[in-house]
């Protein structure tokens, strides 16, 4: 236990974590608005929905890691090979929630919309984008577990400096204590996220959506 | 007088399962401005199918709807829906709910709000402008839907069974508050129920419907003074002629949902509750 303690309070341990925060930071907020926008884009435009559709499902279905490989023919083993496996394997489960949420406003609602006359594109930003809004949060919850997840595969194999990298690291010179507390940061770090950020947020918008 | 909304030999049928349903067949009537006419009938007669198109929600497979003479082909903001579900939008406060159809029409902020505020207050709802609709309970929410299509100042006034769903004291409320913001408004309502105490205490006529497919079977004339009470004898004579023609209407639909033949209700004997069609005794 004291030995986990040491290592946390370590300097490697904070420049790691540093550095692979940074990176989640840009590559989220890429997944966020790349995602959001081709997920309104396909739910608007069914032309672009019959043709590129199940390329967003395909993209979502290879993991993360599967990525590392071609971003790394794109980019060396450097950081921007990294943020763009967490585009790939994250931006897809943007797409597809955002997607189906617009096209699941609760056919009331749009009955009431119409009548109000509310039409084009008054309809879609007041009505169809708030209505798709809990899905919409439902799907970055998801992205966020799916980048992280991307981010480490992405730091183990390219050995950009991070908590991947680290922990490759660590396994190598056989320090198995770093190695455990190093996976119980990732691990804390990916549930510390998702329950007091995503969760809370989930919560409030289902409450007030009328969804619990 | 012209007639404010004329419905001429409507039918509607619907494709379901290779065959065709006939929904309603050669509706026929006219509404004069400002009346308060009820649609009453058994489930599935179709009365929520016409409010669907007289709103424009929908087509009629034949016939015609028109009002003030312009024929009716999608939803238009002089005619506006009060549904069973009061369909408010859940992200937006009261206030934000009311000034809704301000908004789609235009209207500058501040006049907006200000009219908003003002239906509001005429539906006793001040002290909730902020509140979100989960907040609310049923009979407010619905409140908040007739406040945000009156706001936007309808020349009809469409209801789906708008109390059904609320307990008989809510019910009783806000029928009294709907007599009396019609009074000050002085719109053309067309109010769909199956209850019959409701239409009767209510309506300047009554369109009773048979069931599927519908027609219209009688119309009532009301012709009593409002505020109406319920132990008028006018009233309760007129409740159990309806009462009888209808449980003829509510006997056939019984009888092809559950195989059998359910016995009417005698005109003359206490009628039990479950076949009074909310006439709760």
């Known amino acids: 236990m004291a030995v986990l303690g040491a290592n946390f309070a370590s300097g490697e341990f904070r420049t790691a974590l540093a550095g692979s925060l940074r990176r989640m930071a840009i590559g989220y907020s890429l997944v966020m608005g790349l995602g959001v926008l081709g997920g309104l884009a396909l739910g608007r435009f069914r032309v672009l929905d019959e043709c590129l559709g199940s390329v967003a499902v395909a993209f979502h279905a290879i993991p993360g890691a599967a990525w590392v490989p071609l971003a790394m023919l794109w980019f060396g083993a450097t950081e921007q090979a990294v943020i763009v496996t967490i585009l790939l394997g994250a931006t897809g489960i943007v797409i597809v929630e955002t997607n189906a949420g617009i096209r699941h406003v609760p056919p009331l609602l749009v009955r009431a919309a119409r009548t109000m006359g509310a039409r084009g594109i008054k309809f879609f930003w007041h009505v169809v984008v708030p209505a798709a809004i809990p899905q919409i949060v439902n799907g970055l919850r998801l992205a966020w577990a799916f980048g992280w997840r991307a981010l480490m595969a992405g730091e183990l194999i390219t050995a950009v400096p991070g908590l991947g990298q680290l922990l490759s690291g660590v396994a190598k010179v056989g320090r198995l204590d770093a190695l455990v507390a190093l996976m119980l940061l990732m691990a804390v770090i990916g549930m510390a996220v998702d329950g007091l950020i995503f969760q809370q947020l989930e919560q409030r918008v289902r409450l007030r959506w009328g969804l619990a | ?281």
């Open chain 2, 1 to 281: 007088m012209a007639a404010h909304v004329e419905v001429q030999h409507v039918c509607r049928r619907f494709a379901h399962n290779s065959a065709t349903v006939e929904v309603l067949q050669d509706i026929t009537f006219a509404i004069a401005k400002g009346e308060f006419v009820c649609l009453l009938g058994p489930s599935g007669c179709g009365k929520s199918t016409l409010v669907n198109l007289i709103a424009g929600l929908d087509q009629p497979s034949s016939g015609a709807i028109r009002i003030d003479g312009r024929l009716v082909e999608r939803p238009g903001t002089d005619r506006l829906v009060v549904f069973q579900e009061a369909a408010l939008f859940p992200w937006l406060t009261v206030l934000g709910n009311v000034e809704f159809g301000l908004k789609m029409a235009g209207v500058p902020s501040a006049e907006r709000r200000e009219r908003a505020l003002q239906f509001i207050k005429l539906v006793h709802l001040s002290k909730f402008t902020h509140a979100y609709p989960f907040q609310l309970s049923g009979g407010m929410k619905q409140r908040v839907a007739i406040a945000r299509v009156l706001a936007m100042h309808p020349a009809i006034l469409l209801m789906d069974e708008p109390f059904g769903a609320l307990d008989a004291q809510t019910r009783g409320l806000l029928q009294d508050e709907l007599l009396e913001l019609w009074r000050q408004m002085q719109i053309t309502i067309v109010f769909v129920t199956h209850n019959v105490r409701e239409a009767t205490g209510l309506a300047d006529r009554v369109l009773e419907m048979t069931a599927r497919p519908g027609r219209i079977k009688h119309v009532y004339a009301v012709g009593l003074p409002r505020p109406r009470l319920a132990t008028d004898p006018h009233l309760v004579a007129l409740q159990r002629r309806i009462l009888s023609s209808l449980g003829e209407e509510v006997a056939k639909v019984s009888t092809e949902e559950y195989g059998e033949t359910v016995p009417l209700p005698s005109d003359l004997a206490p009628v039990p509750v479950d076949r009074t069609l909310g006439m709760h005794i």
